[in-house]
């Protein structure tokens, strides 16, 4: 479980889905000024995540911890950000959250869960299903799942180069 909380704004929608599929605590506000978001953070503890350079500024000015990302590619943001706070990307996650609503995952019977599958045969085919109890979202480790780890082991490379 990574114990840093994150809020990030409305420029990072992409990196908040992904960071919560690594069992971030995301909060991801999309229409909120910036000036609510470092009263946020600071009520919160949560570290600013933003490509906003005006937001990351004021944050730092105000002693919020902020992270400040230039690029527009995921990849390099997720690389950027888990090489600043030191954490390795761990697969699969011991802790996942739900993209959606941030909400924990809790792994769950098959059984329970296949009235809430698209596919009856899912729960045939996988073994491993997570329920989100806050939204009803269930997840799975399907065909998606090579997409995800390419998509992980790029970030873990530009990590690597810095």
């Not at 098959?110 to 809430?116: A, I, R």
Request: charged share 30%.
């Amino acid at each position: 479980m990574n114990a840093e909380k994150l809020l990030l704004n409305s420029m990072c929608g992409r990196l908040a889905r992904w960071l919560r599929f690594l069992g971030f605590d995301v909060e991801y506000f999309k229409e909120v000024d910036d000036e609510a978001l470092i009263f946020k953070a600071e009520e919160t503890g949560r570290i600013i995540v933003t490509r906003d350079q005006d937001l990351h500024l004021r944050a730092v000015k105000r002693g919020v911890k902020s992270i400040l990302l230039t690029s527009t590619n995921h990849v390099e943001n997720m690389s950027k950000l888990l090489r600043e706070l030191n954490i390795k990307i761990e697969l699969p996650p011991r802790e996942t959250r739900c993209p959606l609503c941030n909400n924990k995952l809790r792994e769950v019977d098959p059984e329970s869960v296949m009235h809430l599958l698209p596919s009856g045969d899912l729960a045939r085919r996988y073994k491993k299903f997570w329920l989100c109890e806050k939204c009803g979202k269930t997840y799975w480790i399907g065909s998606h799942w090579r997409n995800i780890k390419k998509v992980l082991s790029q970030v873990e490379k530009c990590m690597e180069e810095g």
